[in-house]
């Protein structure tokens, strides 16, 4: 069974984080949400709190398939000032390992410079700090081991991308059948 961790800051989008953690298990990803907080319950940039499972301090992660990155704001910029997550990215994509960020996150991405000559997309507006990204207004690209996503109306797309790549594309249109997409 595929292992993902998916991470949470204050003002995260709560829609791309839940749904996106919803369709992985649905495809039976073991996906683990984890605060980078300190604290397990964290409120999104909607104010709906969620409650993580794990905190980033007390979590082992060589062990991991895929880190995934929600958007919103603040949330994007809280995650990109852990320096911790950043030195995880930059180990999983050194890897080869899937990295994953919908929204506004793969600025986080961008600011590492893993974007350089690699196509990328994201929420309007957030272009500029894609650095070195060939800009695409896709739902989701993939670039090798990177993929993101444009925004919270196509989070089902990013999702299903995902569980693709872990689980097979046939994995997938079964989840996206039984939930009537």
Not at 29 to 34: A, D, S
Not at 35 to 47: D, N, P
Not at 65 to 82: E, K, R
């Amino acid at each position: 069974m595929k292992k993902v961790f998916l991470f949470l800051a204050e003002g995260f989008e709560e829609i791309e984080a839940i749904s996106t953690a919803d369709i992985l298990r649905r495809g039976g990803v073991n996906l683990t949400i984890v605060s980078v907080t300190g604290k397990t319950l964290v409120t999104g940039a909607h104010g709906i709190p969620v409650e993580a499972e794990k905190l980033f301090e007390k979590m082992e992660f060589t062990s991991g398939d895929m880190l995934i990155l929600p958007g919103g704001m603040p949330g994007s910029n809280n995650l990109n000032a852990h320096q911790q997550l950043k030195d995880l990215i930059i180990t999983y994509n050194e890897q080869g390992k899937w990295i994953a960020a919908i929204c506004a996150a793969p600025l986080v991405f961008g600011g590492l410079g893993l974007l350089k000559g690699k196509e990328a997309t994201c929420y309007p507006g957030i272009e500029p700090q894609l650095t070195g990204a060939i800009l695409k207004k896709e739902a989701v690209v993939q670039s090798g081991n990177i993929v993101t996503g444009r925004g919270p109306g196509l989070v089902f797309d990013f999702a299903l991308k995902l569980l693709a790549l872990l689980n097979g594309q046939a994995k997938a249109d079964d989840v996206a059948e039984g939930m009537l997409l």
